[in-house]
């Protein structure tokens, strides 16, 4: 089993930052891929970012493609998504998500076995 604990959520106007963190807990954090998702009211969880198990490959999704960035150390059990130039449309609760994986580091959401409660991420027009 994996804790997934994020935080860092809240309220910004367009154009801001924030810092969203996530904890792990519970197994060896270097074994695993990690990746952010988001979910906006009435809509589908939809793929941000992922890393893979050293920090050395990275993927984001279009959408947020030169916005955001995420990392992860793995001597403090942490990952990271750092979003700059924030939009409203990025509005959405914000998870973490783990999978033991020392290849793969996938972008969907079914393949990942473990998840965060989610922090809500709120960007004002």
């Known amino acids: 089993q994996v804790q997934l604990v994020e935080s860092g959520g809240g309220l910004v106007q367009a154009g801001g930052s924030l810092r969203l963190s996530c904890a792990a807990s519970?197994?060896?954090?270097?074994?695993?891929?990690m990746g952010w998702f988001r979910q906006a009211p009435g809509k589908e969880r939809e793929f941000v970012a992922a890393?893979?198990?050293?920090?050395?490959?990275?993927y984001n999704a279009d959408s947020v493609q030169g916005r955001f960035t995420i990392s992860r150390d793995n001597t403090k059990n942490m990952v990271y998504l750092q979003m700059n130039s924030l939009k409203p449309e990025d509005t959405a609760v914000y998870y973490c998500?783990?999978?033991?994986?020392?290849?793969?580091?996938?972008?969907?959401?079914?393949?990942?076995?473990?998840w965060g409660q989610g922090t809500q991420v709120t960007v004002s027009s």
């Open positions: 998500a783990a999978l033991r994986s020392y290849g793969l580091v996938p972008t969907t959401a079914g393949q990942y076995d473990y």
């Open positions: 890393i893979n198990w050293s920090g050395i490959n990275t």
């Open positions: 519970g197994r060896t954090f270097s074994n695993y891929a």
